[in-house]
């Protein structure tokens, strides 16, 4: 930032275009290409972003090689000083991420500033790396021979990133990997492409050295370019599903170490024995916050019988009470969806819910927007939450990942059948149980197949020094995001064996080594 402005790169004839960051430094778009960045409470254009070329990627690209080699040499110790001034920058500067957040996603200021916290954390845990890289030592493996491992930094290394948070996913993956010691480029998503700019800023300030942290901003162009770059070791991403594949096949296919999170069909099962207040409030925050944009949303409640009935009426009665308007709005609980294509997209499974038998409990075409009128008549990107009851398994509304504030709910006569309809989903990323029952929340944890499991959580996200992740379509590659396998992900294994001979040595022997 300079003067409490964040730099956007912005050159001569490309008024308020946010650019990239490279090598230190904000750097205007060449290429000629730009994309429209949405006010979505509004659904104006608030200002354009660069798309990058190859060439401005490869650019990138290389002013991360160039700082590896220091960088990779910086004693541990300063790597974590480093990430500890980082760390009281992002925390200062709170409330700026959190507003860029808010003006071109929509989320409400109190969501934007917990997906601060939770970004914030991955730095903490990085802070860590001294005690991370800590490797393992075997005196005497043979008679005078020592054995020991070590962990090292892979080079440049690529994170691609989505809309839904443009703070903590990124989050999740450069703290980690330039704590272990690689430089990293970030393409953000091109809808809310500002915050990674602000974040940029705060590492130069914070004593990173150019070129170990950079930011291209851009689309498939941009992506294509880091998935095929030799000089690219590893690409973490998150993103839709069909992307997460195409990143993962092209990636690997280029030699590349990747891990690529998917989409998700998150659901809860709800045993009659649950607090069904507990329940509704549950589903209710976890179904409609962030306007249900969440990888970890809850998008369907499995309701065993008799629960059903009472729990669909208090999950209406609360969905009564939601305030959805602007998210500057202090009043609001809830902001529009990210474009107008995407609300267009969530709204139309509402007609194809309808003629699939289920019945749509509340309408959110209906309703109402703070400082306008209904939800579809109000100028912005807006659909209010939405409830369908008895949706019917396996129906478009079920299998597909909607995205938006629209709630399902499945009835069941047993936890079997329950159970089974999680687990014939094509998506793994989290599920959740409520039950007063220790034996039924032991069966399901072992039984479910997903990657994240709540009992009586509705979103449960690993703290940063776990890992997150899903199963089956959700996530591409085996390991799994920040935490332990973050760290091991950026790095590489080094067993070293060495002796310091003393006077005899076995002499020439062609035998396989043994230990003796
Ligand atoms: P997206 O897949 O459209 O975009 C993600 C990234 O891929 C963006 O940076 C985008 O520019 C890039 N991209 C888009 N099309 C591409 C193409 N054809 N080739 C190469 N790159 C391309 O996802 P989105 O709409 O930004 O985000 C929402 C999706 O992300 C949802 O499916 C959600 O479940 C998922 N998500 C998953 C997790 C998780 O942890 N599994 C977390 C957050 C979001």
Redesign the pocket.
């Known amino acids: 930032m300079t003067d409490g402005r964040i730099e956007t790169g912005a050159g001569p004839g490309t008024a308020g275009e946010m650019g990239h960051w490279i090598a230190g430094g904000p750097v205007a778009g060449r290429s000629g290409r730009r994309a429209e960045v949405f006010d979505p409470a509004t659904g104006r254009v608030a200002g354009h972003v660069a798309l990058a070329s190859a060439a401005e990627v490869d650019a990138a690209v290389a002013a991360a090689a160039a700082a590896f080699p220091a960088w990779r040499d910086a004693s541990l110790v300063k790597r974590a000083q480093v990430l500890f001034r980082f760390r009281e920058l992002v925390d200062a500067h709170r409330d700026e991420l959190a507003a860029l957040i808010t003006a071109q996603h929509g989320k409400v200021r109190a969501d934007a500033l917990g997906e601060v916290a939770r970004g914030l954390e991955v730095v903490e845990f990085a802070c860590g790396i001294p005690h991370l890289l800590k490797g393992g030592y075997s005196e005497n493996v043979s008679t005078g021979v020592d054995s020991f491992s070590i962990r090292q930094p892979l080079g440049v290394v690529a994170g ?6 443009p703070v903590m ?1 990124p989050m ?1 993956m450069f703290p980690v990997a330039i704590a272990c010691g690689n430089t990293f480029v970030l ?5 809310d492409p500002a915050a990674s700019l602000l974040l940029a800023s705060l590492w130069r300030r914070a004593g990173l050295p150019d070129g170990v942290f950079n930011v291209v901003q ?3 162009v ?3 370019r880091l ?1 095929e770059h030799p000089q690219v070791r590893a690409v973490s ?8 594949r ?2 993962y096949q092209t990636g690997t296919r280029h030699g590349k170490r990747v891990q690529a ?4 069909k998150n659901h809860m099962l709800v045993l009659p024995d649950a607090d069904l207040d507990l329940v509704a409030d549950a589903a209710v925050n976890a179904g409609f916050g962030s306007a249900g ?4 949303a809850i998008s369907v409640v499995i309701a065993v019988d008799p629960a059903g009935d009472e729990l669909v009426h208090k999950i209406v009665q609360r969905v009564a009470g939601l305030v959805v308007g602007p998210g500057d709005d202090p009043e609001a609980q809830m902001g529009p969806l ?1 474009t107008g294509a ?1 609300r267009d997209r969530v709204a139309g499974y509402l007609d194809a819910a309808l003629a699939e038998g289920a019945k749509l409990v509340v309408d959110g075409r209906e309703t109402p927007i703070r400082g306008g009128t209904t939800a579809a008549a109000t100028p912005g990107f807006w659909l209010g939450p939405t409830v369908l009851d008895h949706v019917r398994p396996g129906t478009a509304v079920h299998r597909d ?1 909607i ?1 938006g504030p629209v709630l399902s709910v499945v009835r069941v006569p047993s936890y079997e059948e329950g159970l089974a309809i999680i687990n014939g989903t094509e998506y793994g ?1 989290g599920a959740a149980i409520f039950t007063g029952d220790g034996r039924a929340a032991r069966r399901f944890h072992a039984e479910v197949e997903v990657g994240m499991v709540g009992v009586n959580v509705p979103i449960p996200v690993p703290m940063a020094f776990y890992s ?3 199963w089956k379509a ?2 591409f590659g085996d390991t799994h ?1 920040h935490g332990p396998d973050g760290v091991h992900f950026y790095t590489r294994g080094k067993v070293v064996t060495s002796r310091w001979p003393d006077q005899g040595h076995g002499g020439v022997n062609l035998g396989f080594p043994t230990n003796g």
């Open positions: 691609v990133t989505p809309f839904n948070f996913v999740w393409k953000p998503s091109e809808r851009g689309d498939r941009a992506v294509d998935l991403f998150v993103g839709s599903t069909p992307i997460a195409h990143v999170l998917g989409g998700a944009e969440r990888c970890m990210v995407h990942e995205f990323n997150f992740g899903g959700s996530l995001v």
